[in-house]
T-cell receptor, first 109, second 115 residues
Framework: GQNIDQPTEMTATEGAIVQINCTYQ??????LFWYQQHAGEAPTFLSY????GLEEKGRFSSFLSRSKGYSYLLLKELQMKDSASYLC??????????FGKGTTLSVSS | DVKVTQSSRYLVKRTGEKVFLECVQD?????MFWYRQDPGLGLRLIYF???????EKGDIPEGYSVSREKKERFSLILESASTNQTSMYLC??????????????FGSGTRLTVV
């Protein structure tokens, strides 16, 4: 079957670093996405990993290990505006993205 | 920028009504998708389409149908709305079925309440 797991909620303080983990089990795996979704808004693209390793984009980085079925999103120098839900989604060859349930991140001052 | 436009931001319908949710994209994408999003359940795939007049069932197609008569428009139809279909509905489009590269572009969503 297919399954994507990520923590439901996380909290952190401004300026800190937070890591959001995602584990997946899918057939025909062909890459992993991270999306950010603020309350009441549409998800927006953050990152895409298809090969093992770390992809860095400003304050955000994403890591993938295909052999372990594991990814994480790393957010540095947290800001209040980073309070949002973070969605992990697996790309299955030939079909649509499958999403995890999302991790709600709350950043406090 | 790709734009995905959903015709209504909020809708209130009565149980048993036939409901049409419309989605239009302006970048000539082959692939379009309908998801619903519920607290604690995340985004769940209802239907998707990879070409005009083509459709594929997602994980939760029961109670829904779709129509894709033109490439830019993908409609979700609730044949007889029920209260358990109260949800946020998100439309998305992509040039790749699995969203390779930049993934999906989502519309702003339609929050449907069935009373």
């Amino acid at each position: 079957g297919q399954n994507i797991d990520q923590p439901t909620e996380m909290t952190a303080t401004e300026g800190a670093i937070v890591q959001i983990n995602c584990t997946y089990q899918t057939s025909g795996f062909n890459g992993l996405f991270w999306y950010q979704q603020h309350a009441g808004e549409a998800p927006t693209f953050l990152s895409y990993n298809v090969l093992d390793g770390l992809e860095e984009k400003g304050r955000f980085s994403s890591f993938l290990s295909r052999s372990k079925g594991y990814s994480y999103l790393l957010l540095k120098e947290l800001q209040m505006k980073d309070s949002a839900s973070y969605l992990c989604a697996a790309n299955q060859a030939g079909t649509a993205l499958i999403f995890g349930k999302g991790t709600t991140l709350s950043v406090s001052s | 920028d790709v734009k995905v436009t959903q015709s209504s931001r909020y809708l209130v319908k009565r149980t048993g009504e036939k409901v049409f949710l419309e989605c239009v994209q302006d970048m000539d994408h082959e692939n379009m998708f309908w998801y619903r999003q519920d607290p604690g359940l995340g985004l769940r795939l209802i239907y998707f389409s990879y070409d005009v007049k083509m459709k594929e069932k997602g994980d939760i197609p029961e109670g829904y149908s779709v129509s894709r008569e033109k490439k830019e428009r993908f409609s979700l139809i609730l044949e007889s709305a029920s209260t358990n279909q109260t949800s946020m509905y998100l439309c998305a489009s992509s040039s790749h079925r699995g969203g390779a590269g930049y993934g999906y572009t989502f519309g702003s969503g339609t929050r449907l309440t069935v009373v």
